[in-house]
């Protein structure tokens, strides 16, 4: 995992979601945090994620969420190469439902 862009503050910033213990607290944090459109496309990178670990084609995926190759590319590398963030969560979530 990069530490390039770890600090305090981003320390400060990763607390706070582990402290979010239901999805109203979420919805009004993400909604004070970032706008619209930013939690829009984080929620389509997620779902991006789910498809593309689900074995889902890049036609699908555009299909089901609307997200752009390029999305699903930068997406597939993170899946693909990257630290397991959305593999982790994901599985958490099926845990948990």
């Not at 009004?28 to 619209?36: G, I, Y």
């Not at 929620?43 to 889902?56: D, I, N």
Request: charged share 30%.
């Amino acid at each position: 995992m990069s530490s390039k862009w770890k600090d305090e503050f981003t320390d400060q910033l990763c607390d706070a979601i582990i402290a979010i213990d239901n999805r109203d607290d979420a919805y009004r944090f993400l909604e004070d945090l970032a706008t619209f459109a930013e939690i829009k496309a984080f929620a389509q990178r997620l779902q991006v994620a789910s498809l593309l670990l689900k074995g889902q084609s890049y036609p699908k995926i555009v299909q089901t969420t609307g997200a752009s190759t390029a999305t699903i590319s930068r997406v597939k590398k993170c899946v693909e190469y990257g630290p397991d963030g959305y593999r982790d969560v994901l599985e958490k979530i099926a845990k948990n439902n």
